[in-house]
């Protein structure tokens, strides 16, 4: 299998991974838990599986000279992909649907192209052209029924859920200059320490300090989102980062509103149309495309 495919592959399986989110933490708000409370189980419960995965790799060399400067960078982009992307996801899920969360998440793929472009001026290729655009017509046909937004309340949601949306594609855009400098290994475990450390301290200076008060499923649910939708996705993510580029690994992102909006009918119970089963057609057209015309340029 080529470098490419390995990516795609790598990147799919991250996607759907970290799609599931979303559907944990609706489930984990039914036993009313503070949003601080159940984003620090998420990140505590992961830690020590990124502090033991650098113990293992301490003594492999990283790939390039890392300077100063670099570290700034790394906590920089582990303070905004993975603390400030995830708080504002987490606070906006209190407002709106697991659903409309998706649709909102999902207009990072052009930030990113936008900021990849701006910062380091890589060109926009036709096939990333054609491939974000039959990508958008599939989730906007997917999540049709799911555009109405009146009330304060779900507006609220979906600023805090766009705001999500562009910190983690800066994260996505910085870590694909700073991956192949690190390696993947080294550069996720850094980044989601760093995300810790920023939670904590905002628990500390703010939380209710009610950790020890909830019922099992919430432990339950925060160790899940630890492991099937922290731990292993970061990993796929920089994995598929470094082998397809940030631009893109993130047109692969528009698979995960459709898997979301099939775990939240299977899991939450919200509602699945004949509308979306077509939109989620033809996103899996347009991550198709993006792959079969990825292969060619390989090979070419």
Known sequence: MS???LGILYGVLGVVLFSSKAVMVKLAYRYNVDTLDLLLFRMLFSLPFYIFILFLIRKKSAKAKIETKDFAWLFL???????????FDFEGLNYIKAGLERIILFVYPTIVVFLSWLIFRQKITRVQFIAILVTYVGVLITFWDELDVSGNEVLLGGFLVLL??????????????LIPKFGVLRFTCYAMIVSTVCIVIHYLVSGNWGLMDYPWPVYAYGLAMAIFATLIPSFLVSAAIERLGASNFSILGSLGPISTILLAFVFL????????????????????????????????
């Open 164 to 177: 999500s949306a562009i910190t983690y594609a800066s994260y996505l855009v910085g870590s694909g200059w």
């Open 269 to 300: 119970n919200e509602k699945l149309t004949y509308w979306q089963l077509v939109g989620m057609l033809v996103v899996i057209f347009g991550v198709t495309y993006l792959s079969i015309q990825g292969k060619k340029r390989a090979k070419g």
């Open 77 to 87: 982009f582990g303070f905004v992909g993975y603390y400030l992307a995830s708080y």
């Open 3 to 5: 470098s490419k495919s």
